[in-house]
């Protein structure tokens, strides 16, 4: 997967679900980290709920950020949807210049 310097980046986790009900799940608090390959943190926040969906959570990562062409950075999304059920997700981004 990609993300852009210089440029908005959404990041989305869609469908949402306790696997163990297979019930969506709307009201999760659901956070994410953009990390560099040696683990320091360039970016982290809260995903917001996208109302009126089946289980999606959005954020922007900010145009200001301090990516760099070549460089792979892990984004890490965790979903805390009450008392013991967490799911966890990572994802490598390749940052590349858009082009036309």
């Keep these: 997967m990609t993300i852009y310097p210089e440029n908005d980046n959404l990041i989305t986790l ?7 009900s297979n019930v969506i799940v709307n009201t999760a608090i ?7 390959s040696d683990g320091t943190s360039v970016d982290a926040g809260s995903m917001d709920y996208v109302s009126g969906s089946e289980g999606r959570y959005e ?20 979903a805390t949807a009450g008392g013991d059920t967490v799911g966890k997700w990572t994802k ?7 082009t036309l």
């Design 30 to 36: 659901v956070t994410y980290e953009l990390l560099k």
């Design 59 to 78: 954020t922007i990562l900010e145009d200001g950020l301090p990516i760099v062409v070549g460089v792979t950075y892990k984004l890490v999304i965790i």
């Design 92 to 98: 490598n981004l390749t940052a590349r210049n858009r």
């Design 14 to 20: 869609s469908n949402l679900k306790d696997q163990a």
